[in-house]
């Protein structure tokens, strides 16, 4: 059974580094074929795919953040982690942590989430 666990500050100053990780647990990161995501959900608005990490690696992002999001893994601690450059108050949000067999799924395709952060920009 995996579970998954984000973790991280939770109030971020414009301009700095959103930084968060996600901690899987009751599976490897680097079997069973899934894609590792991070997904997002700023107030009023709707759930937002910024990218992920598949099993062997691979990291794919989202266009519209490609340029200031950076994915990485920790296999040996089983942890995968979202690094956000240049963050503004628009980057508010509740972050996700997820794992599902399709890249970018729709929300109701991830087979496992993360409870969820909160991440507050402002000065």
């Known amino acids: 059974q995996v579970q998954l666990r984000e973790s991280g500050p939770g109030l971020v100053k414009p301009s700095q580094t959103l930084s968060l990780t996600c901690t899987v647990s009751?599976?490897?990161?680097?079997?069973?074929?899934?894609?590792w995501s991070w997904v997002r959900r700023p107030p009023g608005k709707g759930l937002e795919w910024m990218g992920a990490?598949?099993?062997?690696?691979?990291?794919y992002y989202s266009p519209s953040l490609k340029s200031r999001t950076s994915i990485s893994r920790d296999t040996s601690k089983g942890q995968f982690s979202l690094q956000l450059s240049s963050v503004t108050p628009e980057d508010t949000a509740v972050y996700y942590c997820?794992?599902?067999?399709?890249?970018?799924?729709?929300?109701?395709?991830?087979?496992?989430w993360g409870q969820g952060t909160q991440v507050t920009v402002s000065s």
């Open positions: 009751g599976g490897s990161i680097t079997s069973g074929y899934y894609f």
């Open positions: 997820a794992a599902g067999l399709v890249l970018a799924p729709a929300d109701h395709e991830y087979d496992f």
């Open positions: 990490i598949h099993y062997d690696g691979s990291i």
